[in-house]
């Protein structure tokens, strides 16, 4: 039994190794493939991330106000982004160049991290997936599906450098390990063990320091907690768990510039997560019907919506999102003829309406696998 477990184990592996080589290769297929691949530059936001990689990869100091990368007035570098795929991306140039003792060109280095580290989120994917399926074959599949299709495939290809990328492998493992902490599918003496709500921590630290859109994902991973904490009894569990993601969270708030500028500490997702926390605590001194808690819990957000948030620095740097948000539910998804009727802001972000895929378009899509 013991033998045929470790071979299935081994077998799983190379699968898993195999899947990713395969993801690797469909994505270098796909650049090398392109007839502009060699001309295209590293353009928009991509040139951007670009510029301060290959600063470090040059072994230049980073100035706390950059005036090349914008003239006259100068960026201020680590409050107004955040660079920490820049410096991942720069000093492994610099170490893989000591190893190798060659000299390599920058950009095509570039694209070769792009795929291999973009690539990396299948080995979260299968994690979750086993996890929640409890299937071994089934989980192998749906990563192999991640893998090839096209919508992953076409944005980690090599063609741009965006942070996304970068951070969904930690995005990916963040929820893995809160999952394997929580239970799923593990045996019970398995079950809430700090090294794994510890891992999620550091993942969700690394996702928000290195991607400013990861507050956003994370507002909608709060909703599971919350949902706990209102309708589940027993879900001390849950609570002590997203506590000490919320600590992981506070210190990211803190100690990166970038989030600690931009107002992270009070942004809406964290006025949520320490509204949960009081509700959690509320429920364990008295005993509150689920519609009370979901009653409080939208009242002390409310509350702290009302006093806090406009005193943010994230109410300003991100009017643009949620004023395309509140723009689609007021005008119920359909833009409005007339121009005027948005902000500016949500205007230039509100393309056209979303359609249904036909049948050319979904078969299109997964044209790699067909």
Wanted: some cysteine; glycine content about 6%; proline content about 5%.
């Amino acid at each position: 039994m013991a033998t045929h477990t470790v071979k299935k184990g081994t077998a799983t592996i190379l699968i898993l190794l195999l899947i990713y080589l395969t993801a690797v290769a469909v994505r270098a297929g796909v650049y090398e493939n392109n007839r502009y691949a060699s001309f295209m530059p590293m353009t928009q936001e991509s040139a951007f991330h670009y510029y301060f990689a290959k600063k470090i990869a040059d072994g230049k100091s980073m100035p706390a106000i950059d005036y090349d990368i914008q003239h006259p007035e100068g960026l201020k570098v680590f409050e107004a982004t955040s660079i920490f795929m820049e410096y991942v991306a720069g000093y492994l140039y610099r170490a893989v160049r000591f190893i190798a003792g060659i000299q390599f060109d920058f950009t095509k280095y570039i694209s070769i991290f792009v795929v291999l580290f973009s690539c990396l989120a299948v080995f979260g994917l299968y994690s979750m997936a086993r996890l929640l399926l409890g299937n071994n074959e089934a989980a192998l599949f749906s990563t192999l599906i991640y893998a090839v299709l096209w919508p992953a495939v076409s944005r980690t290809a090599g063609f741009a450098f965006l942070r996304e990328n970068f951070s969904l492998p930690f995005i990916f493992f963040f929820i893995y390990f809160y999952m394997r902490y929580l239970g799923g599918t593990m045996p019970a003496g398995r079950q809430g063990r700090a090294p794994d709500i510890l891992t999620a921590g550091v993942m969700l630290y690394i996702a928000l320091a290195s991607w400013h859109f990861t507050q956003f994902i994370y507002l909608v991973f709060i909703g599971y907690p919350a949902i706990c904490v209102i309708f589940d009894n027993e879900e001390k569990k849950a609570s002590q768990g997203f506590m000490i993601l919320t600590c992981f969270a506070v210190l990211a708030g803190l100690s990166v510039p970038f989030l600690r500028g931009n107002g992270f500490l009070l942004s809406p997702a964290m006025l949520v997560s320490y509204s949960i926390i009081i509700v959690a605590a509320l429920k364990r001194l008295i005993k509150m019907a689920p519609l009370s808690r979901a009653s409080i819990l939208l009242g002390i957000s409310g509350i702290l919506f009302f006093l806090l948030w406009p005193l943010s620095g994230s109410c300003d740097a991100y009017s643009h999102v949620y004023e395309l948000a509140i723009s689609k539910l007021r005008f119920l998804g359909l833009r409005p003829c007339d121009p005027g009727l948005v902000p500016p802001e949500a205007r230039q972000l509100w393309s056209l309406p979303f359609f249904s895929p036909g049948l050319r378009h979904f078969s299109s899509n997964f044209s790699i696998i067909t």
